[in-house]
């Protein structure tokens, strides 16, 4: 008999009656899910699909594996622990402002430099179309939208594909220190979980030249996440006159560094040289 | 006027091929094995019926098919050419041969003693993967991989325990990087990415109290791997009779701290 090699070992199959695929994990029961994970993990980067596409195609497939009665209950449970949470939840402070409300910001304000972004760039204000939330989980996820863009600046991540991993992990790490359900900042952080995966796999296996600067990146946000006071809570808004020091002082941002990395990310999107100079692997 | 298209969704336009069969950029979209294996690894639960040390021998088994053996060699020997110590260390080709009864002969405290302990404790192999002779420079380099693996854990302040895996592993991908030319590093660390990867990822989806500390041994990795010497190419071996510390100290390995993940891992059910 041909011994079982040891890392194959203590393989016990689970039978079932189901006729279809089926495990005890709702997301790999999920054909599109597991369609879409594969890809967006393994492929190349390429002008036929930005990356933002992928998350347009990913947002109905986590919608659908939603239980939102369970999500409410939690939130629910949560605001009665978490003053907090709560307090924010009962201002539903909602932002309306448009790009040009930003010109009056000075340049190296947290106002001004959004305002020098969205003006050199061609970004829409919202990434998520606006909508009035029905739910505590739609106004959680407006505003995740409404201050993601603020998040780049304040954690130091940089308008560009491996500087959106640095407000990817701060989310990661500062939503699991101030909710304090971890199924519930679990939920929350779905976008971040999947989201980030591209940037990390799919570096390594075909663009290990900018892996540093993706380490670097995990890093800080990690760094930032974990010694800021909940920055994904505040109201943004009243800090946009004050000059980026400032801000993240005053709305308790603690640990950001800014790296330059738009060529690391041109770089990885494929719509760039390899940069001259690449980020070499050391501390953050 | 407003562009109908979405924010999120535009600048796609889809490219034809003449291809009969699903075919992409990428040599590793291109491989349903890896598709199937990567879904499954990143999305499902724990379990005891399908250990995830078997997932790890199946991804191996995919990634044999996919490895550019030729591109990795002409790498190698490129390297060596550059980095002398390189050179010497696939030169001499030291492979280990000690058995349990020779690690619990060190010192109680011991780094060979300690890992002694532990395969006798648990009724573990010291091979995690069977000894084989190389054939070539990725086979070379792929067994003492397998072999220094577990000492990896000790050495860069793992725990044996799932999440004590996040440790070696992000250790690994963060000193490799620092020695090596990048191609190289790409096409050698598709295992250690994905295994790593997956570990987050089902930790994020299942096991959600466990996640910060998932995180934290991410971070610990990171560090040791930045801050240490090339140790995946010292002989491990002839630091058995120290203790930890002085055995790290002369294997080249900084920053350690030794994390406690034992409790977290045991969120994930195979482990309970």
Known sequence: MTEVPYLARGWMPVETPSSVLVSSSKYLNNPALREWLAMILLRRNGPDMPPPAEMYAFLPIIESLRDHDHIEAMFAQERRVNPALDAWFNTGFISSYTIEDFAQYAPGTLGGIFHAQMTGGNYDIQIVPFAAPQSQLQFYNLRSGQTHDFEHILTGGGFNFMGELVPYWYRLTNVFKFIRDPELAAELSMLQIFGSLRYTVRTMLHYPQVWPTCVNAIQRGMRVGQDSDALFLAKLEDYFHLPLEEARAALGVRGAVDVNTDDAGAFWAERGPLPDTLQKMEAA | ?272
Not at chain 2, 128 to 135: H, K, L, N, Q
Not at chain 2, 157 to 162: A, K, L, P, Q, T
Not at chain 2, 170 to 184: G, I, K, M, T, V
Not at chain 2, 215 to 239: H, I, K, N
Request: hydrophobic share 40%; net charge negative; charged share 20%.
């Open chain 2, 1 to 272: 006027m407003t562009d109908p298209v979405p924010y999120l969704a535009r600048g796609g336009t889809a490219i034809t091929t003449e291809s009969t069969t699903l075919v992409s950029s990428s040599v590793y979209l291109n491989e349903p094995r890896l598709r199937d294996w990567l879904a499954t690894a990143f999305l499902r639960k724990s379990g005891k019926d399908s250990p995830t040390t078997h997932d790890a021998y199946k991804l191996y088994g995919i990634l044999k098919d996919v490895f550019d053996i030729e591109r990795i060699e002409a790498l190698f020997t490129a390297e060596r050419k550059r980095w002398p110590e390189l050179d010497a260390w696939f030169a001499q080709g030291f492979s280990s041969r000690f058995s349990v009864e020779d690690l619990l002969a060190n010192p109680d405290g011991s780094f060979g003693h300690r890992f002694g302990r532990y395969i006798r404790d648990n009724g573990f192999e010291i091979d995690i993967v069977p000894r084989f002779v190389p054939r070539n420079q990725f086979e070379y380099f792929s067994l003492r991989s397998g072999q220094t693996h577990d000492l990896e854990h000790i050495l860069t302040g793992g725990g044996f325990d799932i999440l004590g895996e996040l440790v070696p592993y992000f250790a690994r991908l963060s000193n490799l990087p620092r020695f090596l030319d990048p191609e190289l590093v790409g096409l050698i660390n598709v295992g250690q990415v994905l295994g790593a990867l997956r570990l987050i990822s089902r930790t994020g989806l299942h096991y959600h109290a466990a996640f910060p500390m998932a995180l934290a041994a991410m971070r610990c990795g990171m560090t040791v791997g930045e801050q240490s010497g090339p140790y995946w190419m010292r002989q491990f071996e002839d630091a058995f009779h120290l203790p930890i510390d002085q055995a790290r100290a002369e294997l080249g390995i900084v920053g350690a701290i030794d994390l406690d993940t034992s409790a977290a891992s045991l969120t994930w059910t195979e482990y309970a």
